[in-house]
């Protein structure tokens, strides 16, 4: 799924840089930013939880001071700087004041986002002392994205980038984003963090109104093993570069920029699953014939979250009955005598009744890679998707071992 | 955990016997009968799960019908008769059909469960060419109490007994449970079942209430790994014979009563996290200082339920961090930086802030049967305890390997 970015499908009006600032033991990349030219609208969704990390807190106010005019992101991994209390609130603004000096701007247009170990003090010397060359070396090329990419990584076992180009008024509009995904060795949580940039015309209210209804239909509808995280972060930038039009609302154009969010947002998505700590295959379900969207994706969450589908999926196993009696408990009032079940295309379950199939040829189809479940409630006409890993054996070598 | 039951420890008035009649494939017991001598109060709470086995659908009808007053359960285990449409329900209408007539009631005082493969139609012809040699061996006796603790398992690996007593006007008052666990092998499901029986003389009503309390703080506060089933079922017997005076409400007999129940369907609860799909030991999330016992419940189970922290568990690993992010996602209220945390008696986390711990020396209180996690918000007087297991590779392998 990952796309490899060529220098042409880069957003005018954008440069980036990352560096090895001695964070990750490893001596990998750990610190990126991603810069726009000129203020760019910006738009951003957090994690829900009600644990933050100081990063986050300052991110969410810097957007609002702004009003969505920013200029840059600043990028750690190797430390989320999470439970880390005053100094670790202070770590953050010192490194945003310093990005902020260097790019000539103020600290209100900076986002500022890191992830790795938590509850660990941050060694914000080291990134105070690579920030002069890393804001000086910033480039406006599909090089320097990739060093971006690598640098927000932890245990991802591969970067995570996409692209997607629209035409507006005899414009090409670029869009490129970069994302990294669940991975915890002790204490880490499992962060998402996830960058889009693109030169297209856009207020800053419209943006934002876009990227939450994007998000809920992707990284909103994803999960590894259902923890959300303190650091949780996907943030999006519009420079206009690209000297088209600003995109109104509800026009051909607004619906051609939301397609293009959306195939961005839901390759790195899908990435981020197929990634998933010890997952072998991305399982998409899909939960039809529902009365509304939000029953219909609750029912596909319930069922993409049950360790026990997912561990089914992990062997290849028809397991119908795990499905079934996931959608059963997940709240939403439906009759059981209408459902329909078919796992990777074989029909298992009609009108509540199981159905004949050849369990060989069906356990085959689901040792596939993208493997995709329907449920049909056979009560209205909303639908949603929700995608998912399986839940292997390695998963838990993964997480259960002690920090080393 | 497990009571030794003697035979003083039974209540009287009750009698018991379990035979192979063919459902398991291995010959092993299968098919179980409790039968009160006299119509006993009967009390029950059942899965919550949308999807439900035909056994549930006609016990609860039964329990309605009879106002409560029952003579007995049958029970078998290697067919779960879920989505087994038409014909299962007329299963389990024969095989009560045929008890009753055998005890000489009628089919409403009989209380039928199931569990084992879903999906698989019911070879119930097995079931009533049984039932003629079991209901005549049914002894009041601790062994036959022992052969049905056995027939009702699945892939548990040792059956789960309890017993308690207290006295009340001078008469001893007896209570005996049994139950099977959460195990599955394609296409299974966990099914949880408990029986308790006792000589205590209660009131119908005030047992059901009774029990939907205990069952709140005991069976509903237990997860091997956050699925429901379709057959779970939780019935209690009391048909008076320990010749005491009825309990009233809320009486000293009444609250010996509780404590005895509580004791029972507690020790039954843990025994069955404890025989969780791979297990290694038992976690209780305790929350202190909530606002309520329902918020404190909701994060406990929140906590209870991550993934991330079960596979700590399992390695041993003192990560309070995704203790506290699962507590920061569970959607109740409260301050970060007042949570206290104290991991197997060790405190790791104050006023929201990491403290210096010796890692090795508390990994390896993390490594016993039961560790015990303390969260404390300082925002109330309510509290809540949960239990779970870890995480194991184990109970991967036992649950993604396919049919053979």
């Known amino acids: 799924m990952q796309h490899a970015l060529s220098e042409a499908s880069l957003p005018r009006g954008f440069r980036f840089a990352a560096t090895a600032c001695g964070l990750k033991k490893t001596g990998a990349l750990d610190l990126a930013i991603i810069a726009s030219d000129v203020p760019a609208s910006a738009a951003a969704v957090f994690t829900q939880n ?93 090089r320097s994205f990739a060093e971006l990419s690598l640098a927000i990584c932890t245990t991802d076992t591969r970067p995570k980038t996409a692209a997607a180009a629209f035409k507006m008024s005899g414009k090409r509009i670029h869009m490129v984003g970069c994302a990294k995904g669940a991975g915890m060795i002790h204490p880490n949580l499992a962060t998402t963090l996830a960058f889009v940039v693109t030169d297209a015309n856009i207020a800053p209210a419209l943006l934002q109104k876009t990227l939450r209804d994007v998000a809920g239909r992707t990284f909103n509808s994803i999960s590894v093993d259902g923890d959300s995280s303190t650091n949780d972060t996907l943030a999006v930038f519009a420079n206009g570069a690209a000297a088209a039009p600003a995109i109104r609302p509800n026009t051909a154009a607004h619906r051609a920029f939301s397609a293009a969010l959306e195939e961005v947002c839901q390759s790195l998505a899908l990435q981020i699953v197929a990634d998933g700590e010890g997952a072998q295959r991305v399982i998409e379900i899909e939960v039809r014939g529902a009365t509304t969207e939000a029953a219909a994706k609750k029912i596909a969450e319930t069922i993409a979250t049950s360790p026990l589908v997912k561990t089914a999926f992990a062997g290849g196993d028809p397991n119908w009955g795990r499905v079934f009696a996931a959608a059963g408990r997940s709240g939403v009032h439906f009759d059981p005598a209408k459902v329909e079940i078919t796992m990777a295309g074989v029909p298992v379950l009609r009108k509540g009744q199981p159905l004949d199939f050849n369990e060989r040829a069906a356990s085959n189809r689901l040792l596939a890679d993208h493997v995709a479940i329907v449920l049909h409630l056979h009560a209205g006409a909303a639908s949603a998707r929700y995608w998912t890993c399986d839940l292997t054996a390695e998963y838990v070598r993964i997480n259960a071992s002690y920090r080393t």
Do not use: D, Y
């Open 50 to 142: 009600l644990v933050v990390a100081a990063p986050v807190t300052i991110s969410k106010q810097h957007l609002h001071a702004s009003k969505g005019r920013m200029r840059a992101a600043i990028v750690n991994a190797g430390n989320a700087n999470c439970a880390t209390g005053a100094a670790g609130h202070l770590a953050a603004q010192r490194t945003v004041a310093e990005t902020a000096r260097r790019l000539a701007c103020t600290p209100n247009e900076i986002i500022v986002c890191s992830t790795g170990v938590i509850g660990v003090p941050m060694a914000v010397e080291k990134i105070l002392r690579a920030l002069p060359k890393l804001t000086s070396n910033r480039r406006p090329s599909a």
